[in-house]
């Protein structure tokens, strides 16, 4: 199956470190990562990683850490729960400019012509455009939050293959 590289990239008025916050926290939801709960026994290459409901009745995205560098890169593979389709790699990389941070989210190995990779793709402007709204602004924009709603709504009807008790992380 032929593979994809997609680049996401945006400039961010914020500090790095509120950036590098924002995208590894796990004290509570991520907003540019659909409101996902970020679920990992350690930040550091080789650690599980599951990313859960705010309720963690389930997981939508599991994967292992492959890189850690404070403030400069995080990456990880990621493959979707409800689908039986091949992990892809994710790479968050920071680099602070003159009034920000760039901000860029780079999928690799995004298998072409899959359900995962047009999520992938269609995902991709979301997370970089919450991102920078959530720092600039302290908040997802209106359509964002919006969204959020509709997932509490239609969670009871998420497979069940999806529950978080099959996607163990430690």
Known sequence: MPEATQVFRIVIRGSVEEVWREITKTDEPIACFFNSRMDVPALRPGSKLAMRTPNNAYTGVVGEILEVRPYQRFSHTFRFTHLDEPASKVIYDLEPIEGGVEFTLTVEDL????????????????????????????????????????????????????????????
């Open 111 to 170: 298998p072409i012509g899959t359900k995962a990779a047009k999520q992938m793709i269609q995902g991709g402007s979301m997370i970089t455009n919450t991102l920078k709204a959530v720092i600039e602004t302290g908040r997802p924009s209106l359509g964002t939050r919006a969204l959020f709603a509709l997932f509490r709504v239609t969670q009871p009807f998420t497979p069940n293959r999806c529950r978080t008790e099959h996607w163990p992380v430690d």
